[in-house]
């Protein structure tokens, strides 16, 4: 048993440091509503340092474990109206300001958009992820859970936890380098809030209410990362 936990931490496991990049975007969903488009299709771009192990249990199985700080830039996915992007819809019509909007619960105008300040904030985010991993030759598929914590920095927008699935290819080079590519989607969500879509002139009386929706806003992130690996031995 002494043996075996001697095997496991000294010959099987590697540590890191690494360094990375990619880009992340937040969606709203359901992101067609009557038709019409409310996702605001935008995407960031991130920054990453972090620590990381990796174990191959059994000579193929293998867990990984690590922590990052990142930095995101600002994403106007958040940032959310509904604004007609058809130039033959039948509702909308620019001249006389007939369209179709959304009443976000907690405002008093209709057609207002909502997001504004979670779209125009960089962010600071320490991410966990756990993964469970396959080892073939050098080549490392994988897939896990990962917890993100993310605060705004520019604007408050208060604390932005989730947890989502993350899942990877990493490539052992050598003892010494390893390259990684990871896709995170969350399962939780980052915001919600609840809007009615509205179908009429703006501002008149014959406004027709259409149905209520919570909408639902998730991140994902696309990333890419460079391992630089000390002690721990030479785990591939
Ligand atoms: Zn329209």
């Keep these: 048993m002494l043996i075996a936990l001697q095997n496991f931490s000294a010959a099987q496991t590697s540590f890191d440091v690494n360094i990375g990049g990619g880009v992340w975007t937040a969606a709203c969903e359901p992101f067609v509503v009557e038709d019409h488009l409310v996702w605001n299709p935008g995407a960031g771009a991130t920054h990453h340092l972090g620590f990381g ?25 958040y940032r959310t109206s509904l604004k007609c992007k058809y130039p033959d819809c039948d509702a909308c019509d620019e001249n006389d300001g007939r369209g179709v909007f959304i009443n976000w619960s907690g405002q008093d105008s209709v057609g207002r958009s909502i997001g504004r300040d979670e779209a125009t904030t960089d962010y600071a985010m320490i991410s966990v992820p756990f993964k469970i991993g396959y080892q073939i030759g050098k080549f490392n598929p994988n897939i896990g859970v990962e917890y993100n914590y993310r605060m705004g920095i520019e604007k408050n927008v208060g604390e932005l936890q989730s947890i989502g699935i993350t899942t990877g290819l990493r490539f052992d080079l050598n003892d010494q380098f390893a390259f990684s590519t990871d896709f995170y989607g969350g399962v939780t969500k980052d915001m919600t809030h609840q809007g009615t879509v509205y179908s009429g002139q ?28 000390f002690g721990g031995g030479s785990a591939k």
């Design 53 to 77: 192990m990796k174990s191959v249990l059994n000579g193929h199985l293998t867990l990984g474990l690590g922590v990052r700080g990142h930095y995101m830039g600002q994403n106007r996915g």
């Design 202 to 229: 703006r501002g008149a009386d014959d406004v027709e209410e259409l149905e209520t929706y919570d909408f639902k806003w998730r991140s994902y992130r696309i990333e890419f990362t460079v391992h630089y690996k």
